[in-house]
């Protein structure tokens, strides 16, 4: 999301910023990270799933918290917020509502692009990677 914001306040092409902000989602989920734990969504157990709701809806407000802080406020830098954040959402809705779409993207995100994801890597090191993205979309930000 914020890699997303970043992108949209640097190019002044509308378009071209969204298209940007939307490949950055698959291109940072490249990289290993952590993942929010979700099964209970999965599973559709939703009175279960409220922490995990919580845990996603903290961590969206607190992004949109730093964006506004440290970005022009531009309209297009949410916009491009909101356009990086949608492959989880789509990954998302795949559960909640699947079908072959939504299947086909689910498989492209989850699988192609996350394929370092059930390596054996350091937890120091899936957040470090997500620290250094948080601390360049800020510089970025504030340009």
Avoid at 9 to 19: G, Q, V
């Amino acid at each position: 999301m914020l890699l997303g914001a970043a992108i949209g306040s640097i190019f002044k092409i509308p378009l071209l910023a969204m298209i940007l902000a939307l490949f950055s989602h698959y291109f940072l989920d490249i990289f290993p990270h952590t993942e929010y734990p979700i099964g209970n969504i999965k599973n559709k157990q939703w009175q279960k799933a409220i922490p995990e709701l919580l845990s996603v809806a903290t961590d969206f407000f607190t992004g949109l918290l730093i964006i506004l802080i440290f970005s022009s406020g531009n309209i297009i830098v949410y916009i491009c917020a909101l356009i990086a954040i949608m492959p989880d959402g789509l990954s998302l809705l795949s559960i909640i509502a699947p079908n072959k779409i939504l299947e086909k993207h689910n498989y492209f995100h989850q699988i192609k692009i996350h394929f370092l994801k059930n390596e054996k890597i350091s937890i120091f090191w899936r957040f470090f990677t997500q620290i250094i993205v948080v601390v360049i979309s800020i510089i970025l930000l504030r340009h």
